[in-house]
């Protein structure tokens, strides 16, 4: 059993400005992905250039930031949001949600596809590869944070977090379960999977199928939404819940992109 390390969640004090952990966390993810994105559109015959690449970064950071605050407070904190519509707006409080950032980024997407004039599904097989980054970051800024604890667990590695809500017991650390495998483990898979030549919408469906099932199967160690709990059979969450349909979404995209054949279009810079 450990206990959580008593890490000061503000990284950096300039006078009135506070610059947090968490917000920090997602900073660094953008910039890896960015980075990434840059090698590979450096690659012969990417059909991308560097700046479409930053203008893209743009509207990825615009759709997780938008996206995941609005799903949080719709998905987990309805009735307080109702209460309170300007809990909205506290982001340097915590709580955003990966499937209201992903509508977020897919909305995104189509206004960045209609701006480049490429399909919507180039751009989304482009980027897939990218997410894990920002997923393993944003999961290490939740641990910093001392929250999205799991449930109460005697393993050895269990561990005692110091947030209100948490108690005293030792909890799974599903922040880190979360990270290897949404952040590290879905990377090395798309990274190896798309470094060959998939058909159109591959790359997206196996996102959407790993993922799925990597956050399907962390929820069941994974405290549930003080405010929500458990909603559907007694036993599945809200990020079960969300979560479950990218399972056969995902397959049918792989199953559909190599049953037609849909060859990547490539556009010259």
Same mark, same amino acid.
């Given at each position: ?99 209201? *950032?992903? =509508? @977020?980024?897919? +909305?995104?997407?189509? /206004?960045?596809? $209609?701006?480049? &004039?490429? %399909? ?17 970051? *944003?999961? =290490? @800024?939740?641990? +910093?944070?001392?929250? /999205?604890?799991? $449930?109460?667990? &005697?393993? %050895? ?113």
């Amino acid at each position: 059993m450990f206990v959580q390390p008593t890490i000061d969640p503000v990284a950096l004090k300039l006078g009135p400005l506070q610059v947090r952990w968490y917000g920090l966390m997602y900073l660094v993810g953008f910039a890896v992905g960015w980075a990434l994105g840059r090698y590979r559109a450096a690659r012969p015959a990417s059909g991308w250039t560097g700046q479409q690449v930053d203008d893209l970064l743009f509207y990825i950071a615009l759709g997780i930031v938008v996206g995941g605050r609005v799903g949080y407070v719709l998905f987990y904190n309805l009735a307080a949001f109702l209460h309170n519509p300007l809990l909205l707006f506290k982001v340097w409080e915590g709580g955003m949600s990966f499937h209201g *950032g992903f =509508l @977020g980024v897919l +909305i995104a997407m189509g /206004l960045f596809a $209609r701006k480049v &004039d490429k %399909p919507f599904f180039v751009i989304t097989d482009f980027i897939a590869p990218l997410v894990p980054p920002g997923l393993l970051f *944003g999961r =290490l @800024g939740n641990f +910093i944070n001392g929250e /999205l604890w799991g $449930r109460v667990t &005697d393993v %050895p590695w269990a561990i005692v977090f110091h947030s209100p809500g948490a108690g005293v017991l030792p909890r799974h650390p599903s922040q880190l379960y979360e990270a290897a495998l949404e952040g590290i483990g879905l990377f090395v898979i798309l990274w190896l999977y798309s470094s060959r030549p998939r058909p159109t919408m591959a790359v997206s469906g196996m996102f959407l199928f790993c993922y799925g099932i990597f956050r399907f199967l962390v929820e069941f160690v994974r405290e549930p939404d003080v405010q929500m709990g458990y909603i559907a059979a007694g036993w599945l969450t809200m990020g079960q819940l969300l979560s479950l349909p990218m399972i056969p979404i995902g397959l049918a995209f792989v199953g559909w992109a190599y049953r037609f054949s849909l060859q990547p279009k490539v556009n010259k810079p």
